[in-house]
């Protein structure tokens, strides 16, 4: 079976940013040369791994694990790219049954929105968000009771143990962390403020912002946050930037073996390396599915704790 695997941070200031970091230019040339690898292996599948930033799941009903396998729709938010995803949809109710059969039983979306959490990645590595039938699949591990790293790769493994059955070319994508803690964008349960928690709670259905009203007060948050980062009133403390433990991930998953990640404990990592950390369930459960398939260890391709993009920005791969 040929696979294929690219996983990358993403930022919705770093295309906000006020003054264009003197490693930008690298950043983006990094990105392109995992776009054109991935045009070169032109896949028949993308399964691509995802968190959400209360665009298409809110508190009301937030799933650890929610499979798309109907339409799917990027949303217009800061840092994210409109538009539909070619949705596999008899691959995505395979591999629904396949982890259900497997000892998970995950959510499952007839009509799933992401946001820049999915396209910002699919984006930069697959040129157009419809450029390769995909399943969007959804990790929601954000919020308290943290979600372990050892649910993410076990069932990252049940995905993969499945395409491996598949006569298809896959690539596994994954989006999210490193370390950084955007709690000024999206403030913890019970900690932002009433119109805030509502729209965490509710979506539009709270009563206190429309969806263009949301994602235009998010686009005026992140413009004034790139620029305190800018002028030193948002340090890397305030943020959370930890390359010591982005450095420690990155070595595991290196590795080969992620099965030290499982005695991990999300509560510190939240403590050390921000909220956002914990999108890197993304990352475990799309090596996880590799591996799975036969697929390598990845490599690291670029890796900076970026203060100007706000997190610890990293992009790695395996062939």
């Known amino acids: 079976m040929d696979t294929h695997l690219v996983c990358t941070s993403h930022s919705p200031i770093l ?3 006020p003054h264009k970091p ?31 930033h209360y665009a298409g799941f809110h508190f009301r009903a937030m799933p650890l694990f929610c499979i798309g396998r109907g339409e799917a729709e990027a949303v217009d938010d800061v840092g994210g790219f409109p538009g539909k995803l070619d949705v596999d949809q008899e691959t995505a109710l395979g591999i629904l049954e396949a982890v259900r059969a497997d000892g998970f039983d995950p959510a499952q979306s007839l009509k799933m929105t992401v946001d820049h959490g999915f396209s910002q990645t699919m984006k930069n ?3 157009t968000l419809d450029a390769y039938p995909c399943v ?41 962390g490193l370390s950084h803690h955007p709690t000024k964008y999206y403030p913890l349960l019970g900690e932002g403020t009433p119109e805030v928690a ?3 709670m509710e979506g539009a259905d709270g009563g206190t912002f429309t969806k263009e009203e949301w994602f235009k007060d998010l686009l005026e948050k992140h413009i ?3 620029q305190m980062l800018y002028d030193g009133t948002r340090t890397k403390q305030h943020i959370r930037l930890n390359p010591e433990v982005d450095r420690q991930f990155l070595d595991v998953i290196t590795s080969g073996d ?3 990640l499982d005695d991990w404990k999300l509560e510190d990592l939240f403590e050390n390396a921000g909220v956002g950390f914990t999108e ?13 398939c036969g697929g390598h260890a990845p490599v690291v391709d670029y890796y900076y704790d970026s203060l100007e993009y706000a997190i610890g920005y990293g992009i790695i791969h395996a062939n």
């Open 258 to 260: 992620l099965t030290p």
């Open 22 to 52: 003197d490693y930008e230019d690298t950043v983006f040339a990094k990105l392109e040369e995992r776009r054109q690898a991935v045009a070169d292996f032109d896949p028949d599948l993308v399964v691509i791994f995802g968190p959400d």
């Open 125 to 127: 590595v697959m040129g």
């Open 198 to 200: 509502a729209w965490q």
């Open 15 to 17: 295309y906000v940013r």
């Open 280 to 292: 890197l369930h993304s990352w475990v459960a799309a090596i996880s599915a590799n591996l799975a």
């Open 136 to 176: 969007p699949i959804f990790i929601g591990g954000m919020a308290p009771p943290f979600l372990p790293f050892k649910r993410s790769r076990l069932f990252g493994e049940a995905v993969g143990r499945y395409l491996k059955t598949t006569d298809k070319r896959v690539l596994f994508l994954a989006s999210g």
């Open 224 to 226: 004034e946050g790139g």
